[in-house]
């Protein structure tokens, strides 16, 4: 809740932005027209332009970049974290960012091009350069002038890089330790040497996991030589959970990430297409499953009524598990080498879980149809295909997941191909073998 | 990545624990036998075994806490934020923690009944009540003394809460900037006044979402009188979200958000049983449906293969606007009020993939079963419930939501109700309807 909701923003009180109007007004601006965002760019000192442009979406920012002369928009990225510069960077059209970055200061652009190397979904992807790093040798009092000195231009000083005269990281301080230990004590006394690390590579899902476990607020990133690179700091962690769960719920519902409420219609059909004749190949092969039997279905029209319920239940223990698997997965809680363990267990929950629900349908089968051989069919294909889904919900995903292919986003229509086929098969194929007592 | 990761934590070890080894050591408890557990409770001084405690899972806090005598679970409790001594209170026996609580301080004692009576899922059950707030009136010299003073016994020091004389909450200020701040200079001329806060009742989503929004490291919670109650710092915040993720990702696929790799095969039977049969319930709608139609499948066998192409097909469509409907919810950017504006772009998507998806279908059914008039009834099915599950994808989670019941956990049971229900009517129909050219 902002203190301050009720208050419209416009044009003529832009002037001395704090933090809250900031994000605000940056947040606005995605309903701005061109006119009126070109009017606020020429208002605007740079200093406030550049947090504003810090805190605005993607398309927003590319918008103004585009109003902009080359000669402000370096004045502004002056004024902007190196991470929040390349992120820019990388949407703008190359021939922009090449004309930009070689405009830049030789120190400037040799982290920009660095920074710009990796992939935006990694640790170098979401670090920035601007830390506090001080030398271990230092006394307690130069350590504090050397803070004071450097705070205004970082993200965060709570937290302080001790670094050997290599550059090579050998632990952490606290701001809390450093404020109240005596003025001659040496930095390195109050150093917790013992500290956790990403590299550039690492994904930026296992870096939010390790912050959280750890409680952290950054996380340094070192090479190989374990030299400092940057660091990654808890408000882009949290901007990474936010995205990561934005894309678990829309890859297990088979929507593409790129899909806003905004789309237009175009892009949401070019979007979801895909995933569409995926499944479409899927219902196909159910439906030729049934075609076999035909024969059978003829004699026993009921059975065309009945088999869905077996497919459908299927594939909801299947999702189930499937579930559980994939968010373990995510966690880092589980690969492989536990798919034994958690299919004896999968395959007990399936028989118990097969049996009840089987004994229940096969009752009311029995009624409504008035024949109790449709009852007993309808309860073995239950437990059967119940124990299937839970095998299948457990190994599909693992498996996915060790062929390096994203088991959240591709689990599901593996899964509904085996429970809608095995379904519809050992269903009817029960239903055939029992057929003189059902016509 | 942590440096030391090789390193196997012993009970020898366990002395001058720092953040990062405490962390590892209470992660894995949990796989400690009793008297292993015992035996490092003994071991341990009060200080180190009270971060343990803080850093361990819920089930082996519990544990722990049985094992030791009040005296010393007071000692513990003196060295813990109160945030985390009230999720332990709140989850041991009602008889202990009221023994407990009546054994603490006055000060204390109020604090810990004041935090036990908000829901542990919103910002009064996740605040803590440890935060630096400083009179406005004190100049930048005392203001300094003070933080020194407060520091060690606060979990955050970067931002100062900066106070009225009736602790009513007038702004924050930056530590960075009392840094470099003149001596004498008052803390108010250097405080920003624009802030956000939350309530007490401020569902812990909706905490995250804003801290996520303004990149704050803690947001303060206010009561109606503005007074401060406590913050929220940024690592609650960040398991806030990696606990939302979760239970995102289970809800979705009917999973309830107790069950976890390490629940008994009774447990899961449990958890998921109650979800199961009222898909059933589903099922058996779908199947009635399909029976009301037995005559005509009886005529044409090949519709039984076919039907459930549509059925399928449907219920994607529905997932995939469901999906993206309920992320948009969660990040409280859509309710009932856009429906009209986002039904319509639905209705179009639908009618475009159903036409794409249809003549494909369509033209595959004719070839298969040598018939124009069925890949006809296909693609009219088609159209018709990829139009009706975009429709319901988004109208049935708003409704929900403004129902006040949980939209991930609930759409998509109603959803496959409406696709599999009207998807079998609808094909079935058309097929009554063109009977004689089918035969």
Redesign the interface.
Same mark, same amino acid.
């Given at each position: #809740?902002?203190?301050?909701e009720n208050q419209e923003l416009n044009l003529e009180t832009v002037e001395n932005l704090?933090?809250?109007?900031t994000?605000d007004l940056a947040?606005q601006l995605s309903d701005y027209d061109d006119e009126s965002l070109q009017k606020l760019c020429q208002k605007l000192g740079d200093e406030e332009l550049a947090r504003i442009l810090e805190?605005s979406e993607l398309k927003t920012q590319l918008r103004i970049i585009e109003f902009l002369n080359n000669k402000r928009i370096l004045k502004l990225f002056s004024y902007m974290s190196k991470d929040d510069i390349v992120d820019i960077l990388g949407e703008t059209n190359v021939g922009k960012a090449k004309e930009l970055i070689n405009l830049m200061k030789e120190g400037d652009k040799k982290i920009i091009k660095q920074l710009l190397g990796y992939r935006d979904d990694c640790a170098g992807g979401i670090m920035t350069t601007e830390y506090i790093a001080i030398n271990s040798n230092l006394i307690i009092r130069d350590t504090?002038k050397k803070?004071?000195e450097i705070?205004?231009k970082t993200e965060?000083?709570?937290t302080i890089f001790v670094v050997n005269r290599n550059k090579e990281l050998i632990g952490t301080a606290e701001? &809390?330790d450093i404020?109240?230990a005596p003025e001659e004590q040496k930095l390195q006394e109050i150093t917790?040497?013992?500290? @956790?690390?990403?590299?550039p590579e690492?994904d930026q899902e296992e870096v939010?996991? !390790?912050? /959280?476990?750890?409680?952290l %607020?950054a996380i340094p990133v070192l090479n190989k030589k374990k030299a400092m690179l940057g660091i990654i700091t808890?408000?882009d962690?949290? =901007?990474v959970?936010?995205e990561?769960?934005?894309e =678990? @719920?829309?890859k #297990?519902?088979?929507?593409a990430k790129e899909?806003?409420?905004d789309s237009t219609?175009w892009e /949401?059909?070019k979007l979801?297409?895909p995933?569409?004749?995926i499944?479409?190949l899927?219902?196909?092969l159910? *439906? #030729?499953t049934?075609?076999s039997f035909?024969n059978t279905?003829?004699q026993v029209?009921?059975? *065309? /009524? !009945?088999m *869905?319920?077996v %497919?459908?239940?299927g594939g909801?223990?299947g999702?189930?598990t @499937? *579930?559980?698997i994939? &968010?373990?997965i995510? #966690?880092g809680? @589980?690969d492989l080498k536990d798919a034994f363990y958690?299919i004896k267990?999968q395959i007990?929950?399936g028989m118990?879980?097969g049996a009840?629900?089987g004994v229940?349908?096969g009752i009311?089968i029995s009624i409504i149809y008035g024949n109790i051989y449709l009852g007993i069919i309808i309860f073995g294909a239950m437990v059967a295909n119940l124990v299937i889904s839970g095998i299948c919900g457990t190994l599909i995903p693992l498996i996915l997941r060790k062929l390096k292919i994203d088991p959240?986003l591709s689990s599901s229509i593996f899964l509904?191909t085996v429970t =809608?086929v095995l379904g519809f098969f050992i269903f009817l194929s029960l239903a055939n073998l029992f057929l003189p007592y059902l016509i």
């Amino acid at each position: #809740m902002d203190n301050n909701e009720n208050q419209e923003l416009n044009l003529e009180t832009v002037e001395n932005l704090d933090d809250v109007t900031t994000v605000d007004l940056a947040l606005q601006l995605s309903d701005y027209d061109d006119e009126s965002l070109q009017k606020l760019c020429q208002k605007l000192g740079d200093e406030e332009l550049a947090r504003i442009l810090e805190e605005s979406e993607l398309k927003t920012q590319l918008r103004i970049i585009e109003f902009l002369n080359n000669k402000r928009i370096l004045k502004l990225f002056s004024y902007m974290s190196k991470d929040d510069i390349v992120d820019i960077l990388g949407e703008t059209n190359v021939g922009k960012a090449k004309e930009l970055i070689n405009l830049m200061k030789e120190g400037d652009k040799k982290i920009i091009k660095q920074l710009l190397g990796y992939r935006d979904d990694c640790a170098g992807g979401i670090m920035t350069t601007e830390y506090i790093a001080i030398n271990s040798n230092l006394i307690i009092r130069d350590t504090i002038k050397k803070i004071k000195e450097i705070a205004p231009k970082t993200e965060l000083i709570d937290t302080i890089f001790v670094v050997n005269r290599n550059k090579e990281l050998i632990g952490t301080a606290e701001l &809390r330790d450093i404020l109240v230990a005596p003025e001659e004590q040496k930095l390195q006394e109050i150093t917790n040497e013992h500290f @956790v690390y990403v590299e550039p590579e690492t994904d930026q899902e296992e870096v939010a996991l !390790i912050a /959280s476990k750890y409680d952290l %607020t950054a996380i340094p990133v070192l090479n190989k030589k374990k030299a400092m690179l940057g660091i990654i700091t808890i408000d882009d962690i949290v =901007d990474v959970l936010v995205e990561e769960q934005t894309e =678990d @719920v829309l890859k #297990m519902g088979g929507v593409a990430k790129e899909e806003t409420l905004d789309s237009t219609i175009w892009e /949401s059909v070019k979007l979801r297409l895909p995933w569409l004749f995926i499944n479409l190949l899927t219902a196909f092969l159910a *439906s #030729m499953t049934v075609k076999s039997f035909e024969n059978t279905i003829a004699q026993v029209v009921a059975l *065309s /009524s !009945i088999m *869905s319920i077996v %497919t459908g239940m299927g594939g909801n223990t299947g999702t189930q598990t @499937v *579930s559980i698997i994939i &968010r373990n997965i995510a #966690m880092g809680k @589980v690969d492989l080498k536990d798919a034994f363990y958690l299919i004896k267990k999968q395959i007990l929950v399936g028989m118990i879980n097969g049996a009840v629900i089987g004994v229940v349908t096969g009752i009311i089968i029995s009624i409504i149809y008035g024949n109790i051989y449709l009852g007993i069919i309808i309860f073995g294909a239950m437990v059967a295909n119940l124990v299937i889904s839970g095998i299948c919900g457990t190994l599909i995903p693992l498996i996915l997941r060790k062929l390096k292919i994203d088991p959240a986003l591709s689990s599901s229509i593996f899964l509904t191909t085996v429970t =809608d086929v095995l379904g519809f098969f050992i269903f009817l194929s029960l239903a055939n073998l029992f057929l003189p007592y059902l016509i």
